[in-house]
Nanobody
């Protein structure tokens, strides 16, 4: 059974930090790109960051570039999203997702992924 389980969300003041984790199981982790997405109430799901299989390439949306860092631990089949300098507009439910791309060196910020987690709430107070 494929599972992606997010954790690490919570309530933090503006300027603070959180580290999200996405623990995966049930698929060949080394062959999959992992993406982080977020969705705020009334807004469309937004791609935040992604990491290609093997971790060779990483991409960030303009809204988080320089503040968020994605990383992976292949031994633990877990991907992390370190979020620094958080802003109230970062408030959303954060999801991780897995994609088996044709090009293993690529990943995408569009939400066309094969598997999704249930999400974790991040709330940033002003």
């Amino acid at each position: 059974e494929v599972q992606l389980v997010e954790s690490g969300g919570g309530l933090v003041q503006a300027g603070g930090s959180l580290r999200l984790s996405c623990k995966t199981s049930g698929f060949a982790f080394d062959d999959y790109a992992i993406g982080w997405f977020r969705q705020a109430p009334g807004k469309v799901r937004e791609g935040v960051s992604c990491i290609s299989s093997g971790g060779g390439n990483r991409y960030y949306s303009n809204s988080v570039k320089g503040r968020f860092t994605i990383s992976s631990d292949n031994a633990k089949k877990t991907v992390y999203l370190q979020m620094n300098s958080l802003k109230p507009e970062d408030t959303a439910i954060y999801y991780c997702a897995a994609d088996n791309p044709t090009d293993p060196s690529s990943c995408k910020l569009a939400p066309w992924y094969d598997y999704w987690g249930q999400g974790t709430q991040v709330t940033v107070s002003s």
